[in-house]
């Protein structure tokens, strides 16, 4: 095994039991927690459920500490601009909800886009709100610009763009998007599924007035935390649909609420908190700075270039293989750690298939265009790459 990380890997993988039974190859869908986040993970589930209300403060403690490290990973102004949430399609969800568009604005996004990201927009559609649209993207980054320029119109309120492309790992130029949007007065929501944990995400070298994200993917963080980051002077214009205890200023009060709630003098909260309310996971977010703190560890810098020298040495190798097309760009700078090929003579739900139940090769399917999807993360190892490549070679016939 040849290694290309700064760190210790043997001892990266050590941590990751499950590296001993499968080639794991899809944190761009589902990361693993390392040994010492899953310690703190479980620690943290055990005290809150033995300890009940008699622990709530150190639960709640945890779960602010949570979005004090998320506010800091992304370069938030304040942890007042981060919601946590479930994962990144609840924030997308939010939005859809809250923010008031007729039916004669529209609401811009990709043809690449996750169901995440069209459904709630598609509903909104439905209940009367803009009207989505889609424009297509490309590996070459000025034709994606030029898409962008064709597809926007004045009648554009918001533009949707993912960071990195969950469907071929194409990188989009979201900063320049987001100032060409900007200078029209079209507000910008950046997906940042696939990349918080990948390489750096700043909200403010963007100029997003919203994003997403999760802790399960590339931070490798507990399943079911998410977040979404408001520019704080968009909070407002946001309404909540969601409402309970907790989402209000002042906080809960039946006096005050009186016989008539809907006239008594309470608002929404002014922060991000607002889409916060009633009894909350708070123990689930406890491990998250831990999983963040796991990374950092490691060096951000030392994570994204093991990302970019692996994930670029596989597609190096699959433009050798007979019959593969590769759809991610061979420049980091232009793609991320998914690298998206099909294999000919196989759809990408075969061959998928054939991965996983044939070689434990984990992976995802790609539906359009018909290929596979892999994902090489902070631990992936050669002998990794290799058995994949080998598994290709043997299903050439």
């Known amino acids: 095994m040849v290694s290309t990380a700064s760190y210790d890997l043997n001892a990266v993988r050590a941590a990751l039991p499950a590296l001993g039974e499968v080639t794991y190859l899809n944190t761009g869908t589902v990361g693993l927690m390392a040994e010492p986040v899953l310690e703190r993970h479980l620690a943290a589930q055990a005290d809150y459920e033995r300890g009940g209300h008699y622990r709530q403060a150190a639960a709640t403690a945890a779960y602010e ?38 039916p004669d604005d529209v609401v811009l996004t990709t043809t690449e886009e996750h169901p995440a990201v069209l459904l709630p927009w598609a509903a909104a559609e439905r209940r009367g709100g803009a009207r989505l649209r889609l424009f297509p993207i490309s590996p070459d980054p000025e034709q994606t610009l030029a898409a962008l320029d064709r597809a926007l119109t004045p009648e554009t309120r918001l533009v949707v763009v993912s960071h990195v492309s969950c469907e071929t790992g194409v990188r989009l130029p979201v900063s320049e998007i987001c100032r060409r949007c900007r200078e029209r007065g079209i507000l910008t929501l950046v997906d940042g599924a696939q990349s918080v944990g990948q390489f750096p995400v700043d909200v403010q070298a963007i100029g997003c007035d919203f994003m997403t994200g999760n802790g399960h993917k590339w931070l490798c963080g507990p399943k079911g935390t998410g977040f979404l980051y408001l520019r704080r002077e968009h909070i407002a214009r946001v309404q909540p649909v969601l409402i309970g205890d907790g989402a209000v200023s002042p906080s809960f009060d039946r006096i005050a609420l009186g016989d008539r709630p ?35 560890r490691l060096g951000w810098e030392a994570v994204e270039r093991h990302c970019a020298t692996t994930s670029c040495l596989l597609k190096e190798e699959l433009r050798r293989l007979p019959g593969v097309t590769l759809h991610t760009p061979l420049a980091w700078e232009q793609s991320s750690g998914l690298v998206t090929f099909a294999h000919a003579g196989w759809t990408g739900e075969d061959l998928s298939r054939r991965l996983w139940d044939g070689y434990a090769i984990i992976q995802r399917r790609v539906q359009v265009p018909s290929a596979v999807r892999v994902s090489c993360a902070y631990f992936t190892n050669s002998d990794d790459l290799e058995r994949l490549l080998a598994a290709l070679h043997a299903l050439r016939g």
Do not use: C, K, M, Q
């Open 65 to 102: 500490r949570a979005r004090e490290a998320l506010a800091s990973l992304i370069n938030a102004r304040e942890p007042d601009e981060v919601a946590l949430t479930r994962n990144a399609t609840d924030g997308v969800a939010i939005l859809a909800a809250g923010l008031a568009f007729t």
């Open 262 to 296: 809907a006239a008594a003098g309470w608002d929404f909260e002014p922060t991000a908190r607002r889409f916060e309310y009633g009894t909350r996971n708070w123990h689930t977010f406890a491990a998250l700075p831990n999983a963040i703190d796991y990374l950092a």
